[in-house]
């Protein structure tokens, strides 16, 4: 599929899924399939000068395991640059919960949204809580002595209630309080902002199991190439994943199923030669 047919037939979709009020689980549920559509994984969010995300992967409720507590961010990617890992973790909530009540206070269902970035914010804060995370979602030595810097996303609310009916007497004014209550490395996003990103194209949305991570769907517009095969020898069989998969064909499936076994195949090759000129120059 052309990237502007997915664009604009996935927009068109959000967009009537929002119309019917949906409730988080199935917001939830539509960002699984549409990878391109959850923010944060090329530098959109954050510092910026990212090397995007590994393997482009986003993570779907990814379990940080702490010392003391544990949390369940809604989505995460794990984004780095030559000097950076930022991994940027995303709350999601029901999308017609609004920000302010009349008297230009916050909701409570916001206040308890916004709280929870506090949470992680603060598990962060634990070096051994860091130390599991680098564990567990850092893929290769090359990332072990960059400097951590965690980036956190709340997506919220609908973009018309800081418009004029949006039921708010001073709607310009709440939009400024809302710049105003975000702290330091924290995001605020509504979900009439997200669509369809050309850099997110090529994600992949997966779940991280007790044996690493697993392909939970492709974006539609996924394609394979040389980088493929590392990721395919580390993410395992892709069938389950592409028969979720949204907007392909059959034979698009079969197809990028042959090329994953391909590339991951060619990959292994590549490293067991690697081995043996490594054995035969004497440097292990």
Request: charged share 25%; hydrophobic share 35%.
């Amino acid at each position: 599929m052309a990237w502007q047919e997915y664009h604009d037939r996935a927009l068109s979709d959000w967009c009537a899924l929002l119309a019917q009020d949906p409730e988080e689980d199935r917001v939830q549920e539509f960002l699984e399939l549409h990878p391109a559509m959850i923010p944060g994984g090329s530098g959109d969010i954050g510092p910026g000068g990212h090397h995007n995300s590994e393997m482009g992967l986003v993570f779907r409720q990814p379990q940080l395991r702490g010392m003391d507590r544990s949390f369940l961010p809604d989505f995460m990617w794990v984004t780095q640059s030559s000097s950076l890992v930022t991994p940027i973790l995303i709350e999601i909530e029901k999308p017609s919960r609004r920000w302010f009540r009349r008297d230009e206070r916050p909701t409570a269902h916001f206040t308890a949204a916004h709280d929870q970035l506090a949470e992680w914010k603060a598990w962060f804060a634990n070096e051994r809580n860091v130390g599991t995370f680098r564990q567990r979602y850092l893929f290769g030595e090359r990332y072990e002595r960059r400097r951590f810097l965690p980036q956190y996303l709340l997506v919220y609310g609908r973009s018309h209630e800081f418009e004029l009916g949006g039921g708010h007497l001073n709607p310009d004014f709440l939009n400024h309080k809302r710049d105003h209550m975000r702290r330091d490395d924290e995001h605020f996003m509504t979900f009439d902002s997200l669509r369809p990103r050309h850099d997110h194209s090529n994600s992949i949305t997966a779940t991280m199991t007790a044996t690493g991570p697993a392909p939970f769907a492709f974006s539609p517009v996924y394609g394979t190439g040389p980088r493929t095969g590392e990721t395919a020898l580390m993410l395992g069989s892709p069938l389950d994943a592409l028969g979720r998969s949204v907007m392909m064909s059959d034979e698009r499936r079969q197809y990028l199923a042959a090329r994953w076994r391909f590339w991951a195949e060619r990959h292994e090759d590549d490293l067991r030669l690697r081995r043996r000129i490594t054995y035969r120059s004497g440097l292990e």
